[in-house]
């Protein structure tokens, strides 16, 4: 008896000891949204959604550039990096141990840890000064560089989760090869693969390095990829270092913004993973 009391004890004050580092851990992240909710929550209404920024001295106006902006780079990211990104991790996925296979991880892997600020370089250089011009294109480029790396290896880690009889019974009743792919094993991935998407998309939107040197910022609203945009996260730095309160407000009102965007993106991307998750 003594002896199973003693277990219980201890698995209790394991538990216990679980519960409070989790609640440690968590603990800055809860002041940090406290704190940037209680300053910027003051600011955001529908003109603070739908307007212009005023021009300095000038009271009210918003961030709706900046919405336009941020949409613009994710859209060109995703555009670029999803179709490269699935197709590499369907190859590594079904090349398991060819010499190109572990290339292409390798290089995955690198370019996972490059920072963002040196990804803004090489994007200037590849492609701003090549056009002659900071331009949305350029930012999405730079943006997509970075999502890449995770679309590619989340796509690999789920499709090797797909059970092989899955394959071989669609290969045994005469199905081509490339529609076995697209045809069971992709769909049979696809929860995983659109999460992976999701948590990318969620990545970069609040990346703030590489657009400094790429889409540069725009006070104006633009829809055209090959002029400068602004974005949430250029916006929050540079009116955050502005000696203006009234830029200081509108600044902690875009945090709370691209918080929300941020949140909701990982949200979904749970929802969509828990809700299509393919029982084998």
């Not at 540079?238 to 009234?246: I, R």
């Amino acid at each position: 008896m003594k002896g199973i009391r003693l277990r219980i004890l201890k698995d209790r004050a394991f538990k216990f000891a679980i519960y409070l580092l989790s609640l440690l851990s968590l603990t800055p992240l809860f002041l940090i949204m406290f704190y940037t909710f209680r300053k910027g929550l003051k600011a955001i209404n529908l003109q603070f959604l739908t307007h212009l920024p005023k021009p300095v001295g000038v009271e009210g106006g918003g961030i709706s550039n900046a919405i336009v902006g941020t949409f613009l780079l994710v859209t060109i990211a995703s555009a670029i990096s999803i179709p490269v990104g699935v197709w590499a991790g369907i190859y590594l996925s079904e090349n398991k141990r060819s010499w190109i296979s572990e290339f292409l991880r390798i290089t995955v892997d690198i370019l996972q840890a490059i920072p963002s600020i040196v990804i803004g370089i090489i994007a200037y250089l590849w492609v701003v000064k090549p056009m002659g011009r900071f331009s949305a294109l350029s930012g999405g480029i730079a943006l997509a560089i970075m999502m890449l790396p995770i679309v590619v290896r989340n796509t690999e880690e789920v499709l090797r989760l797909i059970p092989p009889y899955l394959k071989e019974a669609s290969l045994a009743l005469g199905v081509p090869y490339h529609r076995t792919i697209i045809k069971v094993i992709i769909p049979a991935g696809i929860p995983g693969i659109v999460s992976g998407i999701l948590l990318g998309i969620s990545r970069i939107a609040g990346e703030t390095a590489p657009l400094l040197f790429t889409a540069f910022g725009n006070q104006f609203m633009n829809w055209n990829i090959m002029k400068p945009v602004n974005a949430l996260p250029l916006l929050i730095f540079n009116y955050a270092m502005s000696p203006y309160d009234e830029w200081k407000r509108l600044a902690w009102g875009a945090s709370v913004v691209l918080i929300l965007l941020v949140l909701a993106g990982n949200i979904i991307s749970r929802m969509v993973a828990k809700k299509w998750k393919v029982q084998f």
